[in-house]
């Protein structure tokens, strides 16, 4: 069982759509970092989340922790194909320092 | 650019065999992590050096080891190479602190033969 459990583990739609991307534990955790990776590249890092109920936003890209700090979400309004990726979330527990627990992952593909 | 600097991009070399791993992180960070990903695990936790010290351990097998330099790059070790060591092995560095992000190297893809 995942610590970070991430859905959907794929997705794929037109341009100009919203989508959301969720992150879920029953653990709490310190922080949370979402990344996006592009093939043949390490993750680049996006937006900390450090406190519970926290909204960040990066141009297109929503990014919300959870009151309790043990999920996340990623909102993408209008989905460009420069988007398209694998988002990953990454959070450090309470109990184990900074290390990253990572989520599976998003596969997003958008259609032209 | 993350700052961060992994040397080789890609190294091929056959089971039973040593290679090391080597990580540049960014200027002024002390915090050294090494990641693990492959397709069937993710990207998973290997160790973590703060200022030439281990700080924490994860799934590393003994067959693996670390360590960090004065000169704050670091270095992974892995030894007696099995086919299913075949990953790729990321470095990421920080400033150090539990809420700090982590900047991520573009990785070392090592095929095992």
Known sequence: TQLLEQSPQFLSIQEGENLTVYCNSSSVFSSLQWYRQEPGEGP???????T???VKKLKRLTFQFGDARKD???HITAAQPGDTGLYLCAGALE????????GEGTQLT??? | ????????KHLITATGQRVTLRCSPRSGDLSVYWYQQSLDQGLQFLIHYYNGEER????ILERFSAQQFPDLHSELNLSSLELGDSALY?????????????HFGDGTRLSIL
Do not use: M, Y
């Open chain 1, 52 to 54: 519970g109920g926290e």
């Open chain 2, 56 to 59: 924490a351990k994860g799934n």
């Open chain 1, 95 to 102: 109990t184990s320092g900074s290390r990253l627990t990572f």
């Open chain 2, 1 to 8: 650019d993350s700052g961060v600097t992994q040397t080789p």
């Open chain 1, 44 to 50: 680049v890092l996006l937006v900390t989340v450090v």
């Open chain 2, 90 to 102: 990321f470095c990421a560095s920080s400033s150090g602190g539990i809420a700090q992000p982590q």
């Open chain 1, 110 to 112: 958008v259609n032209p």
């Open chain 1, 72 to 74: 996340s979400s990623l």
